[in-house]
């Protein structure tokens, strides 16, 4: 290898670096607490007070556990997109929909700053809610996932136009 390939690797490798580093994470914390961060900055809030109203809410009980499935930078904002599996909320397993591992999915719209966020979460699979068939398709640039009990539901979610959100409609009943 010659001089200039070892550098040019070089370059290339520290720019990977800092790309890898520059996504925001999602780190489960207690409870319904976590911690996001970017770069050297993190930021612990409460998803369930950030859900309060019409913005949705966590699927079940703690714990709650996160897969970041799509993370993006546009316009000066950054998103992320996780699935939060959380513990059923009815504790006894020999009860109707006891043993239940409820999921959702979870965005977030954050300022570089991570002070200024949005949240939007939308359970897709829950005994509780009569969602048994659930269907979540994940591919490279979003998701479909198709749910309901008895109206049925799809969400979508596409990370090239990450500010529009979870996107939900009725699809029958």
């Known amino acids: 290898m010659t001089m200039r390939s ?3 690797i070089t370059i290339i490798m520290l720019f990977l670096s800092i790309e890898a580093a520059a996504q925001m994470k999602i780190v489960a914390r207690k409870y319904s607490e976590v911690e996001l961060a970017y770069g050297k900055r993190s930021v612990i809030f409460d998803l369930d007070e950030a859900l309060i109203g019409e913005n949705g809410s966590l699927p079940g009980n703690p714990p709650h556990r996160y897969r970041t499935l799509f993370t993006v930078e546009k316009d000066g904002f950054l998103y992320l997109v996780a699935n939060v599996r959380s513990g059923p909320p009815v504790t006894n397993p020999m009860a109707p929909c006891g043993g239940d591992s ?3 999915i ?3 719209k954050a300022d570089k700053t991570l002070r ?3 949240v939007q979460s939308e359970i897709y699979a829950s005994c509780s809610y ?3 068939d659930s269907k979540l398709s994940v591919t490279k640039t979003g998701l479909i996932a198709k749910y309901g009990g008895r109206e049925k539901l799809e969400m979508r ?3 090239r136009e990450p500010e529009k959100g979870l996107v939900i409609v009725k699809t029958g009943q």
């Open 6 to 8: 070892l550098f040019a």
């Open 102 to 104: 409820p999921q959702a």
């Open 106 to 108: 979870l965005w977030i």
């Open 116 to 118: 200024n966020r949005q």
């Open 130 to 132: 009569n969602y048994y």
């Open 157 to 159: 979610y596409d990370n």
